[in-house]
């Protein structure tokens, strides 16, 4: 069975690097948003491809879940110190990615080359493919104005009220040759446990029309990244209350509905799994928390066991 893991954000990372665990490098593939990819300080930043490959490769900073473990910060400390902006905390190794990002990008090679030659460096045997090579950046609309993601997310702390999100250049990019292949190849397409505004709808929306995630047969299953009513990391509650939609698992469940044939929700949440049956999906319970890399194992496990049953 081939399985294709759509990711974007620490908890989409946790759950690629739970299927990793279990999964060989022939069963899965991940795609990864890259639409909060921005230009700062004159590099090519990634931030959630950067923090999938990182997690994989045993190097993201265990308490963020972003950046890197033992990580120093004196590039972005005497940057401070000359006037630069500093609010995009960047370590110094975290600093020789993006350089050497950029430098390759600037000679013409794509950012999927660029991401399978990091790969390979760091010891990730997984395909891990950018979901285009061509740039989208995501514009979150505000009651401050339209601003880029970072800008909203980093700068401004999730602050100002959220109206709703463009994705810039998204009609004219296309998924890469290995992102096509991806999909049509898998058996089951997994929605990881990522903001479904910001870090899935950019991949989606990139995929279609040229490319639908159902297909063939092919099975999509999603696991919640709101439990309890809230996200476990990142604004996912805070955007779907301020759009008018009370933040829960069901919501996500409605966000995804018409590509949806199961969905995994956390325990806390069962009293939401009629409602969720309703809209025409399987369910599954299991605790979708993941303190440790144990937990992404078992909640991988989970994933596979409920794709199981689905199948049969």
Known sequence: MKITALAGGVGGAKLAHGLAQVLSPEELTIIVNTGDDFEHLGLTICPDLDTVCYTLANLANPETGWGRKDETWNVIANIEKLGGPSWFRLGD?????????????????????????????????????????????????????????????????????VKGFRFEGVEIAEPTVGVKEAVESADVIVICPSNPWVSIDPIIKT??????????????????????????????????????????????????????????????DSNLEDEIKKINMKTWKTNTLMNNVSDRTRLANDVLHFIGSLLT
Not at 99 to 115: A, C, D, F
Not at 216 to 222: D, F, K, S
């Open 93 to 161: 190794s975290d600093f020789a990615t993006h350089i050497e990002r950029t430098r390759r990008l600037k000679e013409g090679q794509t950012l999927t080359q660029i991401t399978q030659d990091f790969c390979k460096a760091w010891g990730i045997k997984h395909s891990i493919l950018p979901m285009s090579d061509s740039p989208v950046r995501t514009m979150v609309n505000t009651d401050a104005g339209e601003l880029a993601f970072q800008e909203y997310f980093v700068h401004r702390r999730c602050e100002p009220r």
């Open 207 to 268: 995929l279609t029309p040229a490319l639908s995630l159902k297909g063939r047969g092919r099975m999509v299953v999603a696991v919640s990244p709101i439990i309890g009513g809230k996200a476990i990391k990142g604004p996912a509650a805070k955007m779907f209350s301020e759009l008018g939609i009370e933040p829960s698992a069901l919501a996500v469940a409605k966000h995804y509905r018409n590509i949806l044939d199961g969905f995994v929700l956390d325990d806390v």
